[in-house]
């Protein structure tokens, strides 16, 4: 029952404690977040808007909306848990994470539930979850392996886990730890993990199967990473204003993304990569002029810099040693119009340019397989060192679900309501077809390790590279839910629906066959995989006879598919 005095219930004014975080954060978070979130932006004067009058909006404000939205989220249980961080890998919204403390950190904070931390004596590890962030989707539970048949988590209502909310605030404080990161690297599953995502709260629906591709990737290379990205609903969760989910780290630094339109947002990334290797190539120039110098420790700086200055890690020290020795000679020389004078003045306008920039080109297969195609197949085949991640979930989900030509053969969509008849389209054989362009097919749920593996070579590839992540969408009706998409692309590499492969140019030079097929010889059958989904039952419920013909079709395809995968594999 509702109790009576409601109907004469008046608002009350709410104390709201003051924001922290970057002073431009914060002020835009007052100025224009909250009116808007609270459905007042219409009230909005112009000069509210006065600072990002040239189009740019600060990163990182999703963090502040605390929605607060699941029934359930994520409790950990310590005794239960082999600290793999997959939970974290596959969290759609960044929402739980691992973290690392010294002793002596973790003895000043009694309340946070942690245990000795696995090859790094003298640490303590815990799983912090954000109640307030988190979807409860649950997916970080489905993929627990636990011990001994118990996960390390449990799915507890949000009121009973506010309290842990402090604790995953440390998160930030304590990520990218220096020492965590040289025992277990980067480029590795559970490496990956101790860094901070730099998409975090995003608007994507629980259990979207797109997001941790992105998120993983911002964790591999977001501190020096531009991102154009396709309309679509990469676009939508990736920044709808005035939410912006992508956000930086403790330094400042953070993908620079902007949103283009299908039919040239490849093209738009390639302006992006083009622009910066120009600019770049005039740094390079004054660079060499220091080098050839006798001004140390200048002249080493210099040198060491452009041993290292296209890769993307090893340039981040080197250009922080090349910026100190550059400020000092300039303090030294002052104003005193010798022809190294303007030189130095010169470098120091360019600092953003020092660091090797990580140019990543996002969108869907409605853009990658169809409208976009065209510029796409134009910046592959440029050479360019640029990469495309194609959140592949083979219908255009953003605008409803209309069929593509990813969508494969049997599937009903959008125009496609009696099922698609003809086969999906092999963008990945059409890309490997150039022979210099690096080439992964990858389902994160499948296979962790080669997901990882596949992204950090697409990157460190000098050349352009596409990377296609199958994505399991609510347009597929998956009758467990979304929350186990993780399982449902394992379920599909099992079945032989989806297969992880990658083309890696590089082996040629060596002798090496550049293609691998990293997914098995299919263990489950086809036909039982796609009808646990209502994009290929509701065509048996309706169309029985045709369902029959396109499944049998389809489910051929696959075989053949498979057979000609193993031939590039197999050749020597």
């Known amino acids: 029952d509702v109790p009576a005095d409601w109907a004469d219930a008046v608002d009350a004014e709410v104390a709201a404690p003051e924001l ?51 029934v359930d989220v994520p409790e950990w249980n310590p005794e239960n848990c082999i600290q793999c961080n997959f939970c974290s890998l596959v969290c759609p919204h960044a929402t739980i994470r691992p973290i690392a403390l010294t002793d002596d950190e973790a003895a000043k904070y009694p309340g946070m539930k942690t245990l000795p931390m696995t090859g790094m004596p003298g640490y303590k590890f815990g799983m912090t979850v954000s109640a307030l962030d988190c979807l409860g989707c649950g997916s970080c539970v489905q993929i627990c392996p636990g011990k001994k048949g118990a996960k390390a988590l449990s799915m507890k209502p949000l009121d009973t886990q506010r309290d842990e909310q402090q604790y995953f605030d440390l998160s ?30 995003s608007g994507a629906c629980a259990g979207c ?26 676009s939508i969760w990736g ?34 990569a083009v622009a910066v290797k120009q600019r770049r190539a005039k740094l390079t120039e004054l660079v060499e002029k220091f080098a050839a110098t006798d001004i140390e420790p200048l002249a080493t700086a210099a040198k060491a ?3 290292v200055k296209d890769d993307g890690e090893a340039s981040k020290k080197a250009s922080a040693d090349l910026i100190v020795a550059i400020e000092t000679a300039d303090s030294k020389c002052g104003n005193c119009g010798c022809d190294m004078d303007p030189l130095y003045k010169q470098a120091l306008a360019m600092k953003d340019l020092f660091v090797k920039k990580s140019i990543w080109i996002f969108g869907g297969d409605g853009w990658a397989y169809d409208i976009g195609f065209g510029g796409l197949d134009h910046v592959l085949a440029s050479g360019e060192d640029v990469n495309v991640m194609v959140f592949d979930t083979e219908v255009y989900s953003n605008t409803g679900g209309q069929a593509s030509k990813s969508t494969p053969t049997g599937s009903v969509a959008q125009f496609a309501a009696a099922g698609k008849a003809t086969k999906k389209k092999d963008l990945a054989g059409i890309a490997m077809s150039y022979g210099y362009v690096y080439v992964a097919q990858v389902a994160m749920g499948a296979d962790y390790n080669q997901a990882v593996k596949a ?47 990658r083309y890696n140019p590089t082996l040629v030079g060596s002798g090496k066959n550049p293609f691998s097929l990293d997914s098995k010889e299919p263990t489950t059958n086809y036909q039982d995989f ?10 048996a419920l309706f169309f029985p006879e045709r369902a029959t013909k396109l499944f049998d079709t389809a489910e ?17």
């Open 20 to 70: 922290q975080g970057r002073p431009e954060v914060v002020d835009f978070v007052n100025k224009i977040l909250k009116p808007v979130n609270a459905q007042k932006g219409d009230k909005l004067p112009v000069s509210a808007f006065v600072d990002a009058a040239d189009g740019t909006f600060p990163q990182g404000t999703a963090a502040y909306e605390k929605r607060g939205v699941a």
């Open 172 to 201: 930030y404080k304590y990520a990218d730890n220096a020492d965590v990161l040289a025992k277990f690297k980067v480029d590795t599953v559970k490496g990956s993990q101790f860094k901070q995502p730099l998409l975090e709260f």
């Open 209 to 234: 199967g797109e997001t941790p591709y992105a998120k993983l990737i911002t964790q591999l290379f977001g501190d020096r990473m531009f991102i154009a990205n396709a309309t679509g609903c990469s």
């Open 239 to 272: 920044g709808s204003a005035p939410s912006m989910p992508y956000t930086t780290n403790k330094d400042g630094n953070g993908p620079a993304w902007a949103n283009s339109l299908f039919e040239d947002n490849a093209e738009y990334g390639l302006g992006m």
């Open 305 to 307: 810099w452009l041993e």
């Open 455 to 501: 992204i950090a070579e697409a990157e460190a590839y000098h050349g352009p590279s596409i990377v296609i992540g199958y994505a399991p969408c609510i347009n597929h009706g998956i009758k467990k839910g979304l929350g186990t998409s993780m399982l449902e692309t394992k379920a599909a590499v099992a079945a032989g629906y989806w297969f992880n492969f």
């Open 530 to 539: 796609i009808k646990s989904e209502t994009r290929y039952s509701s065509l």
């Open 556 to 572: 051929q395809q696959a075989k053949d598919r498979y057979a000609k995968l193993k031939k590039l594999a197999d050749a020597e």
